[in-house]
T-cell receptor, first 113, second 111 residues
């Protein structure tokens, strides 16, 4: 078990481009979360999956953001037409249905120029 | 939506001293988490508190939960430099899935 893996670790892109992040949760974890964190702030909830079903999305989440978890294993987070305000660390976390501990990945840092 | 407020946001303390970080939340929550984050690193789980009166301790850190007051505390005993980090509390609204985080308390322990 290698923990929660995120890829890429760093992404620099130009405004207007699309970016996609991938998260591989711990293998037996069926619950997966995406968060965004900016410098000096706490993580901000984006969306939640239970198996392949997306059960909750933040009301603050722009329609430029979309997340999938097609087979209930890995997940992707896509940001279309990136803006400078999207620059942040994107964190993925997972847990099992029987364990309350949420394990976070190392994050994917996005810089939009 | 459950809102979480932490105080203080910044804390500088001397080694050997005791201090408490407070976490208030706005509505009914069925679980309260404490996390630690070192600069440039991800979040490390410290405690999960599930019921009123729950108390958990690990080393120099002790967390407690009072659901009636909607308050959790993280008490630091005889601080050491290695405890310097940012500490977050997070709660989950009883009817939701999202874990909502506070802004964090940045702790610096000095000699």
């Amino acid at each position: 078990d290698t923990g929660v893996s995120q890829d890429p670790r760093h992404k620099i892109t130009k405004r207007g481009q699309n970016v996609t992040f991938r998260c591989d949760p711990i293998s037996e974890h069926n619950r997966l979360y995406w968060y965004r964190q900016t410098l000096g702030q706490g993580p901000e909830f984006l969306t939640y999956f239970q198996n392949e079903a997306q059960l909750e999305k933040s009301r603050l989440l722009s329609d430029r953001f979309s997340a999938e978890r097609p087979k209930g294993s890995f997940s992707t987070l896509e940001i279309q037409r990136t803006e400078q305000g999207d620059s942040a660390m994107y964190l993925c976390a997972s847990r099992s249905g029987t364990d309350n501990v949420l394990t976070f990945g190392a994050g994917s840092r996005l810089t939009v120029l | 939506e459950l809102k979480v407020e932490q105080n203080p946001l910044f804390l500088s303390m001397q080694e050997g001293k005791n201090y408490t970080i407070y976490c208030n939340y706005s509505t009914t929550s069925d679980r309260l988490y404490w996390y630690r984050q070192d600069p440039g690193k991800s979040l490390e789980s410290l405690f999960v508190l599930l019921s009123n009166g729950a108390v958990k301790q690990e080393g120099r850190l002790m967390a407690s939960l009072d659901t009636k007051a909607r308050l959790s505390t993280l008490h630091i005993t005889a601080a050491v430099h290695d405890l310097s980090a940012t500490y977050f509390c997070a709660g989950r609204y009883t009817s939701g899935y999202a874990l909502n985080f506070g802004k964090g308390t940045s702790l610096l322990v000095t000699p």
